[in-house]
């Protein structure tokens, strides 16, 4: 822990709004001992303020630095002095200088220096000494590694990433199901534009790219074979993979999954006559008829000359919609019976084959594209045919607008937004469609030979665990709701991430998708998988607290096994052995703390984030006796990924909140532990303000379940202030974006009003 602490101020972000030369002196007097060197620098982020910190250091006169002026979001990289050396930011300029107003709501005058920003500026360093006292250098704990990729599927995105991972130097394990490589791309006829001038069908080039898997040299190819199962950790997993009759054991160190999809359960698309009339079929079927040869009516095999393809249905899937959320509402319920009657689950439900999905209930790029293709095929084989596209949504995005466009200059393709609201029998086995809300206005009645609807993609993580995973949380990923089953990441941050870390998704496991944004989706996964093995080999975390050298310790002498840790930790990390005592794997491990924040024991920590270090930074932050004298103490713990971020671009914007917050950065709401809380309660603090990441099916925390855990948490640390006798109102949480950046102000200054209507908490002064 730091002994000499050396505190350096910016004087080019601070004066001239602080007064630098009466707040030093405070500091010295006040932390004569523990900080030896307090210095003003003209400019620290500058060779020559690097230098001068440097240059005390090596003297030895301080072995620890806090450095005063900018975000922490600043800079990062320059104010690195060695591994030894632990270093606080103290965000005096955005959270203090820039975001200061007067109580009253009006802003200081041209070189007025207000107490109450000084205060503020005193609390935030006193937070800083305090912390770094309770911080320890982390040393790494660097692990030998099997730098080799398992890539598992053959298709067009495992082919890319075996061929992604192999060409940067690393070997690579391919696992394919079937008998031949190519999976659905070897049924493919043609795929959509890949090169200017982007308007004319291409060729897949399978071969080619199977081609080159087979003769590398750093891949080795298992084909009719499945992953039994995949244990350990990253860098360190064993697969076990079943050939026929015989087991093969592979070394690897990560993992992509690129099984593909299924073609859903079909029954979902008898509103619209499939299966009822003969010549309904859906694009899966159309473009397979056009790879083996010829696109015929399934009826009498003739040539179809009036092609409708029809892309959304929303309307017809309101009943199907229905009668999911009466089953979802079911499991429910019997998921809360089981916990009333006291039994006990894990934190992920058993692996359930899933029956029938939805396609997305929305158009995707996927469907109008393929749509915008076969109607292509239809011209193609007779230029005098005529192909309908049908659209509640036409989506092309990028340069695929350069093919929708020669599509909508084709006088065989017609294309209208509408609505359609019956397939009917006609002669001669056509299909009669009723369209109504379409572009020429009144309803319209159109005769087909042949109709063709969208393929629903099922991903087979899906359908069946295929990673096998020997983790107490279960076989499979987590299923998210929002995403019918296509495999779990942070899809606004982190897309090729899972909640199983080393382990990385590409093409349509991870969302609809056509070959060319499947050959980028698989590349990235790639250097992923690559980008891990590179950080567990140096005792690194990846994202999103990439190279981050802590983990978390135990002290298991305390240790009452009550399990808590082993059950809510989001990412499989924490196993337990027969007695519930926790058994970490630490490459798995994020670093977001929710560990410790369950552990009612608090005995699990950080080198550089703990309970007692966040407590004392807490304790340290100087409370008025009286609220009419020096207004209310709230603080606000924002989590480091969203809040804090939020904060910062929105003091850079201008905009200002009340003088009488006091912020700490946490690592996740996750990680809050509710003593902190109770603390800062029982020290007088009025308020306490928790912002964290969104969660839900709009958004994702992006350490998955903090901020939902940490609402859980909430609740028992409500009925412990009520037993207090404090209003359960003083603590709330809020969940904000990192775009929230104009809102949060507001939300601190709501919150403020509410405690100076509740008026000073009880404790206060004692």
């Known amino acids: 822990m730091a002994e000499k602490i050396g505190v350096y101020f910016d004087k080019s972000s601070l004066e001239p709004y602080l007064d630098l030369e009466s707040i030093t002196e405070r500091v010295k007097n006040k932390w ?32 620890a630095v806090s450095v005063c002026g900018t975000s922490p979001r600043k800079d990062q990289e320059f104010f690195d002095f060695g591994s030894n050396i632990c270093v606080d930011r103290v965000n005096l300029r955005e959270l203090g200088v820039w975001a200061y107003k007067n109580p009253d709501g009006s802003l200081p005058q041209e070189g007025e220096q207000p107490q109450d920003l000084q205060s503020i500026a005193q609390d935030y360093i006193n937070m800083s000494v ?32 075996a061929l992604s991972t192999a060409g940067a130097g690393y070997s690579v394990v391919l696992v394919e199901k079937e008998k031949e490589l190519g999976g659905h791309a070897a049924q493919m006829y043609k795929t959509f534009p890949q090169k200017p001038a982007y308007t004319q069908l291409q060729d897949v080039g399978l071969q080619e790219k199977v081609d080159a898997v087979q003769k590398h040299d750093k891949i080795t190819v298992y084909t009719q074979s499945t992953l039994e199962s995949l244990d350990g950790q990253p860098g360190q997993y064993t697969a076990t993979i079943q050939t026929g009759s015989e087991q093969e054991q592979e070394s690897v160190g990560s993992v992509v999954v690129a099984t593909g999809w299924e073609e859903q359960d079909t029954s979902f698309l008898k509103p619209m006559g499939y299966g009822q009339y003969k010549n309904v079929v859906t694009m899966w079927q159309l473009e397979k008829m056009a790879q083996q040869g010829g696109i015929v009516r399934p009826s009498d095999g003739a040539k179809p000359r009036r092609v409708a393809f ?6 017809m899937m309101e009943e199907f919609a229905r009668q999911e959320e009466e089953e979802k509402a079911r499991k429910e319920e019997e998921r809360r019976k089981q916990q009333e009657e006291g039994e006990e689950t894990a934190i992920e439900e058993p692996f359930e084959k899933t029956e029938s999905y939805r396609h997305l209930p929305y158009t995707t790029e996927l469907t109008t594209m393929t749509a915008l293709k076969q109607a292509n095929y239809i011209r193609e084989s007779d230029d005098s045919a005529v192909s309908y596209i049908i659209y509640e949504h036409m989506t092309a995005a990028g340069l695929n607008e350069h093919y929708y466009k020669a599509a909508q200059d084709d006088p065989g393709i017609m294309l209208s937004k509408g609505m359609v609201t019956s397939v009917d029998a006609g002669r001669q086995d056509n299909v009669i469609l009723k369209v109504e809300d379409n572009l020429l206005g009144e309803p319209v009645e159109l005769e087909a030979d042949l109709l063709v609807l969208p393929t629903g993609l099922v991903p087979t993580t899906a359908l069946d665990p295929v990673v096998q995973l020997a983790y107490r949380q279960g076989l499979a990923f987590p299923e998210l709701e929002l995403f019918d089953g296509f495999a779990d990441s942070n899809y606004i941050c982190f897309p090729y991430e899972t909640r199983r870390t080393g382990i990385y998704t590409a093409g349509c496991v991870h969302q609809p998708m056509g070959l060319a944004k499947t050959e980028q989706d698989a590349q990235g996964a790639a250097l992923k998988a690559i980008q891990c093995l590179e950080s567990v080999n140096r005792g690194m975390s990846v994202h999103p607290r990439s190279g981050d050298l802590t983990y978390p310790k135990f ?33 798995r491990c994020r670093r977001c703390g929710t560990c410790m924040g369950c552990c009612p024991e608090r005995v699990i920590y950080f080198d550089n984030y703990s309970v007692g270090q966040i407590g004392s930074m807490i304790s340290s932050i100087q409370v008025p006796e009286e609220m009419e004298e020096g207004g209310p103490r709230i603080l606000i713990l924002a989590c480091e990924n969203d809040a804090y971020p939020a904060l910062d671009m929105a003091a850079q914007q201008g905009k200002k909140w009340s003088p009488y917050v006091r912020i700490i950065p946490v690592r996740c709401l996750g990680s809050v532990n509710t003593i902190w809380i109770a603390d800062a309660m029982s020290k007088g603090n009025d308020g ?19 901020s939902e855990l940490c609402e859980g948490r909430m609740q028992n640390i409500g009925e412990t202030l009520d037993k207090l006798g404090i209003e359960t109102e003083r603590v709330r949480q809020e969940e904000v974006a990192i775009d929230d950046y104009e809102l949060i102000p507001q939300i601190i200054d709501n919150f403020v009003d509410e405690i100076f209507n509740l008026g000073p908490n009880p404790f206060k002064g004692f």
């Open 32 to 63: 004569e001992s523990a900080c030896p060197v307090v210095r003003v620098v003209d400019q620290l982020a500058s060779e020559e303020g690097h230098r001068t910190v440097r240059q005390d250091i090596d003297a030895g006169e301080i072995d």
């Open 130 to 161: 305090t912390k770094l006292q309770r911080t320890e250098a982390p040393e790494a704990e660097a692990m030998e590694t099997e730098k080799t990729v398992l890539v598992l599927g053959g298709g067009w995105g495992g082919l890319t990433a």
């Open 688 to 706: 306490c303000l928790l912002l964290g990441c969104k969660y839900g099916n709009d958004y994702q925390c992006h350490f998955m379940k903090g």
């Open 310 to 315: 029809v892309l959304g249905f929303s309307h």
């Open 555 to 587: 002290n298991f002498v305390r240790c009452t096994q009550c399990r808590r840790c082993t059950i809510e930790c989001p990412f499989g990390a924490l196993e337990e052995d027969a007695d519930g005592t926790p058994k970490p794997n630490i490459a």
